[in-house]
């Protein structure tokens, strides 16, 4: 048959130019015939629906917009008009204050050092009050120490440490020269005339280490450092303090002429708000494809379309089909409140092409304006003009209290940064000397045990005997070096000679430096008149912060002036160029217009039923034919969904080239297609060539078919019905082209791709209408026949009646046929008038003629409907394989294709296990032979292809070899027959177990617990069915608790905390759950809009998320563990009860769904080093990074044929 098809296509081919013939096809043709027909079915519908009241306007208005009703309701639920002068006077102002001296803006930048540095040192004159000491107590301390013995000791001198380490280097030669000679004989020279010059050295040395360390010298000059720094530093902060004061009053009285516009709306909601809102709104529409397909409009494929119907009332096909020569003129004027509705939403349809979608580059623009007017609405008039005042006193304060540094103060302290600069100097010897000391004492001449060596006996080893020469050079240094280390070792300090010296000479060349500073100290000392105490008095420091502080602005309230600042730079950041806000302007003019329109369609649509009523109300009836149709709503809708299947097909014929182009793509794309659930794009060029050679072969049945009557020209649709197409959602295609990848690579697949998007290929959506085509178009043409007069009324005749003494035998058995017909249908409606009798009729009719959409919604609570104590009824049937509890799960409308927790539908599991009696059941039920399992094999893959070759087994009864040829010919019998699933049972409100969370209003969940208190509970359990959160304004749900969002990945319904005070108002709101469901979390600042993806799967038991996962927590003392390995299981994760012997795992298995990511779940805390971890069967999650992982929901599937499983294989031996 494809290759009947292909064949047919390429026949064709020459047909076609640059991918469309020159004049209109024949599927063109029969196209807009049957478009004719839809148009005028679907305004009778309309016009029907609006006279008797049934129409919700807003509803059809939103249809022809291409809009969902939510999103409308969102852009225009607010007047924009009143925020229109508000916005020109923002515009205005900001014109004027970018005119305005605006030289303190950059200036009032630095507020926020300079506050910093203001903060640190305001209270300082506390602290100068009561210091740790004197000021004076340093020059004290520090006169005490120079004046010392120690310090004044001179007696180590230079000359004694030099010569020798000279000499000591000498031992690092290998040859010496005369030089050399001469130099190790003076040095043996001053060590045999002064033996003990070096002791006295070190005793002289650790004696100024302890004076040193006895001294308060150093506490007392922290303080005196601490002081010098105030006296620096905060008369210049006080200056900078006053300049940014000056500056920041400058800024409030250049913007004070905006003020009234930044506090002009101060009645009702935030403006920010309202324009945020539909904004919002709009932001959704536009990141959506296409709305969902129309019902009430769907004939109109444009707004322009509404306006032909007077043109198809009077065109050739319609009197030639439709009137056959009777006059239009009563059905023309019947739709005339049709037509004028059509005029009226062309001028609603104008602005909103313009408006419809919203690009990048606009929405920055309108959410920047937003942001702003959000944060300037938080200011009142009273608040801005207290800021005025602060300023002022402020201002005022600082000019009154700091003091200018004049002359006086400079000299003073310029002689004192000169005294200063000595004093420096010589403390940061003191504390070099102090710490080289301390080296040289502890590393060379301290004992293991930490006691000084009190004789420093080693130091007369250095006496040395013999007179050196070139010759005896070495041997005297080793045996220097020999005698004084192991004299040192002996008293347990093991070093080296040379190290021991040149540690020693930098410590008394320390002190050397130090007499030289003494010296210059007391020089200078003897010259400086300044204290301390005189220059801080000069300065005026003390005074200017105790002014400030007992002033009339209180340095307490320092923090109001950061609320000025943040005005001031708020202020100066409103958004420019001023075209942001003179876009918004112009943006919210056309939400006005939109408003506007759709307000007078409104009102002319709702007038249509007022007239009507007015009619009927006066003498004679009106004889209106639109309310002739019955069942107008359906039939027009059948009937255009019909027409767009021909316009599809139309679309892609006209496309033919370029689809021929498209053939496969490569393996990054099919990657990409598989991950978004895509998979029959990955591949698409047979069923391409398949879908072409369909459409060309419809065309040519076209030709035939036109040349007929109406009801044979409708045959068309059951060859439509035939076609399957590519099936695929469009839309999840449309926003994976928006990912950088793709859209900054135009060309190559991208461009294919594109195509696809454009254009529908997916015909099982119109399978149930084109499959009732010919049946709507009869009930139509019955229809018409009746308003146009075509059905023939028998004449009036003149009955006699003839009076006789019987009756005969037949009319005493039609008699009595009739009255057993009568008492049947009597039987029939009073059955129906029962309770269960409306469940039963109503559940056929959804079984006949329901949309999916109505299945979707009974589907809602399958989790709940098809459970019992949380095990699901239809698995755990198909466990057991009892056929019996099967049979009563699937007549009980049970979801036939739910997953059990290894990743199989029912019927995977029954084929696998050679169950035909119980496989058939399910088929004959709706069971979809197409899904994968977790191997990505179809049920009936699950037949082993060499289950003939298998060998019999003990027991004749267990042999799977015929049952397996049942099942082989089951699937191959009903390859191409189709099961319509049965109708879910509804669900009573009756059963809800509704729970509602401790943040909402106390008072209202008090009187929804009073009012329902047989379906409300106060404790979450698994039997739980709604959980009512409090959401913000938009309807989101915004939480950190994981308490809270366990619920959702368990399924559980989640509604809003409106749907309780709407059932205190009217109890049969219980039953509308679905017009509160909550769609969106916000969890740690992010949003995610995954809540009803969550309840719908876990509701239909759809693949575990979590299938071939297995969980090793590494703290088993986690808190939340429990509840956390709960639901892992739930999601068909495994617990591992001790850590997992890597050996067991298969490298380069992946979970089912999340192939970018290893099957060894490990959760921790997040303190632990993980490096060891980290291979490929790892993936690591702390709590937080497990719910994003959960919100997000996010799907990679394993593509690959057969998987290898994650756990390896044991053999058994």
């Excluded at 969902?68 to 102002?93: A, M, S, T």
């Excluded at 937003?370 to 300023?391: C, I, N, Q």
């Excluded at 099982?764 to 139509?780: C, M």
Aim: net charge negative; with cysteine; hydrophobic share 40%.
């Amino acid at each position: 048959m494809i290759v009947l098809f292909v064949i047919i296509g390429l026949l064709s081919a020459p047909a076609f130019s640059n991918g469309s013939s020159k004049e209109p096809s024949d599927l063109q043709l029969i196209a807009e015939d049957f478009q004719i027909l839809a148009r005028v079915t679907n305004a009778i519908a309309l016009q029907a629906d609006a006279v008797r009241g049934q129409l919700n306007a807003r509803d059809a208005i939103a249809e022809f917009l291409s809009i969902e009703k939510h999103d409308l309701d969102g852009i225009i639920g607010f007047d924009p008009q009143p925020f229109i002068p508000y916005l020109q006077k923002v515009e205005e102002d900001i014109k004027n204050f970018e005119n305005s001296d605006k030289t303190w803006m950059e200036k009032i930048k630095n507020f926020e050092n300079v506050s910093t540095e203001f903060e640190a040192w305001k209270n300082t004159d506390v602290n100068l009050s009561a210091p740790t000491s004197l000021p004076g107590d340093f020059l004290a301390s520090l006169q005490t120490l120079i004046e010392s013995d120690e310090a004044k000791d001179t007696s180590c001198k230079t000359t004694v440490l030099s010569p020798l380490v000279s000499f000591l280097k000498l031992g690092e030669k290998s040859e010496y020269s005369d030089d050399d000679e001469f130099l190790a004989t003076g040095a043996l020279t001053l060590i045999k005339n002064q033996p003990d010059a070096y002791v006295n050295c070190i005793k002289l040395i650790i004696k100024v280490q302890n004076s040193l360390n006895a001294s308060l010298v150093f506490q007392h000059y922290e303080d005196y450092l601490r002081i010098k720094k105030v006296i620096s530093n905060v008369p210049t902060v006080l200056e900078e303090m006053k300049s940014e004061i000056t500056n920041h009053k400058a800024g409030l009285a250049t913007s004070s002429f905006m003020w009234n516009s930044v506090t002009g709306n101060t009645s009702g909601k935030p403006m920010s708000e309202q324009i945020s809102r539909a904004l919002d709104a709009h932001i959704l529409h536009s990141k959506r494809l296409d709305p969902p397909l129309a019902g009430l409009t769907v004939a109109f494929f444009r707004a322009a379309d509404l306006l032909k119907v007077s043109d198809d009332l009077n065109s050739p096909w319609f009197e030639k089909h439709i009137a056959r020569g009777a006059s239009v003129q009563n059905l023309t004027h019947a739709l005339e409140p049709f037509n004028q509705v059509a005029k009226d939403i062309q001028l609603l349809d104008k602005p909103w092409k313009e408006f419809n979608r919203l690009d990048d580059e606009h929405r920055t623009k309108y959410k920047k304006v937003v942001a702003h007017l959000k944060y300037l609405e938080g200011y009142t008039l009273e608040s801005l003009r207290s800021f005025a005042e602060l300023a002022d006193s402020v201002n005022s304060s600082f000019h009154n209290c700091v003091q200018k540094r004049n002359s006086t103060f400079m000299n003073i302290y310029q002689k004192f940064q000169e005294q200063q600069n000595v004093t420096g100097e010589l403390m940061r010897n003191f504390k070099d000397f102090q710490e080289k000391a301390g080296k040289f004492v502890t590393g060379h001449l301290v004992r293991s045990d930490d006691q000084a060596i009190e004789s420093y006996h080693c130091f007369n080893k250095l006496q040395i005997d013999t007179e050196p020469n070139k010759n005896n050079m070495i041997a005297l240094i080793t045996k220097m070096k020999k005698d004084f280390s192991e004299c040192l070792e002996q008293n347990g300090n093991k070093t080296d000679m040379l190290q021991v010296f040149i540690s020693f000479e930098s410590v008394r060349n320390n002190m050397e430096e130090q007499y030289s500073l003494i010296k210059k100290f007391n020089n200078d000392k003897g010259e400086a008149k300044v204290k301390l105490t005189e220059v801080l008095n000069a300065s005026g420091v003390e005074a200017s912060l105790k002014c400030l502080r007992d002033g009339p602005y209180k340095l307490e309230k320092f923090d109001d002036l950061k609320d000025v600042n943040t005005f001031l730079r708020t202020l100066n950041d409103i958004p420019r160029p001023i075209e942001d806000v003179k876009a918004t302007i112009e943006y919210l003019q056309t939400i006005s217009k939109i408003k506007n329109g759709l307000e007078n369609v409104e009102k002319e649509i709702k007038s249509v039923g007022s007239r009507q009523k007015r009619a009927t109300a006066q003498s004679e009836p009106v004889d209106n034919p639109v309310l002739a149709l019955n069942g107008s709503r359906l039939v027009a809708e059948n009937m255009a969904v019909c027409a767009l299947s021909l316009w599809d097909l139309v679309m892609i014929r006209e496309n033919r080239n370029e689809l021929l182009t498209v053939g496969n793509f490569d393996a990054k794309t099919k990657n990409d297609l598989s991950q978004q659930g895509l998979g029959e794009f990955m591949e698409p060029e047979i069923a391409m060539k398949k879908l072409l050679g369909e459409v060309e072969a419809i065309n040519i049945d076209a030709k035939t078919l036109r040349a007929k009557s109406l009801l044979d020209m409708a045959q068309i649709f059951e060859e439509v019905a035939k076609i399957r197409g590519i099936l695929g959602r469009r839309e999840i295609l449309w926003k994976m082209l928006k990912k950088p990848e793709y859209a900054h690579n135009p060309g190559g697949d991208t461009k294919k791709l594109q195509l696809l998007v454009e254009l529908n290929l997916d015909f099982q959506t119109y399978e149930s209408r084109t499959k009732d085509g010919v049946f709507t178009v009869k009930a139509l043409i019955s229809y018409f026949d009746q308003i146009f007069g075509h059905v023939v009324k028998p004449p009036t005749a003149t009955v006699i009646i003839e009076k006789t003494s019987h009756y005969s035998l037949f009319v005493i058995v039609g008699v009595s046929i009739a009255i057993c017909l009568v008492v049947f249908i009597a039987v029939i409606v009073a059955y129906g008038l029962t309770k269960k009798g409306k469940e039963r009729y109503k559940n056929l009719w959804l079984y006949y003629f329901g949309k999916p959409a109505d299945f979707e919604r009974r589907w809602r609570y399958a989790k709940f409907m098809d459970s019992k104590d949380d095990v699901n009824a239809l698995l755990d049937a198909t466990r057991e394989t009892n056929k019996t509890n099967l049979v009563i799960a699937l007549k009980k409308g049970a979801y036939v294709n739910a997953y059990n927790s290894s990743g199989n539908t029912a019927l995977h599991f029954l084929t696998k296990f050679g169950r035909y009696d119980m496989a058939l059941e399910l088929v004959k039920n709706g069971a979809d032979r197409t899904l994968l399992n977790y191997k990505n094999l179809t049920p009936e893959e699950m037949i082993p292809k060499d289950y003939k070759s298998l060998p019999p087994p003990e027991d004749p009864s267990s042999e799977l070899a015929p049952k397996y040829e049942d099942l082989a010919k089951m699937y191959k019998k009903y390859a191409n027959k189709k099961f319509k699933q049965r109708v879910p049972e509804a669900f009573p409100s009756t059963s809800f177990r509704i729970w509602y969370d401790e943040r909402t209003d106390e008072d209202l969940s008090n009187k929804f617990y009073e009012k329902f208190s047989s379906i409300t509970s106060t404790e979450l359990t698994v039997s739980t069915t709604h959980c009512i959160v409090k959401t913000d304004e938009r309807g989101v749900l915004v939480t950190d608790d994981i308490n809270l969002l366990i619920p959702i990945f368990h399924g559980m319904i989640i509604v809003r905390e409106s749907w309780m005070a709407d059932c205190l108002k009217d109890e049969k709101v219980i039953e509308e759950d679905a017009r509160y469901l909550v769609g969106t979390v916000k969890y740690k600042g992010v949003e995610y809009n995954t809540v009803q993806m969550w309840t719908n799967a876990i509701a239909k038991a759809e693949m575990p998320f979590l299938v071939g996962t297995f969980m090793v927590v590494l703290d088993l003392k986690y808190a939340n563990l429990a509840m956390l390995t709960r639901l892992m299981k739930s999601l068909g994760c495994e617990m591992l009860s001790e850590f997992p012997n890597l050996d067991q795992f298969n490298v380069g298995a992946r979970p089912y769904l999340h192939a970018n990511l290893g099957p060894l779940f490990l959760f921790h805390d997040g303190s632990k080093d993980l490096l060891q971890y980290k291979t490929e069967l790892f993936s690591h999650f702390t709590e937080e990074q497990l719910i994003v992982f959960l919100l997000k929901r996010e799907i990679n599937r394993d593509t690959r044929k057969n998987p290898p499983d994650v756990v390896r294989e044991i053999p058994i031996e």
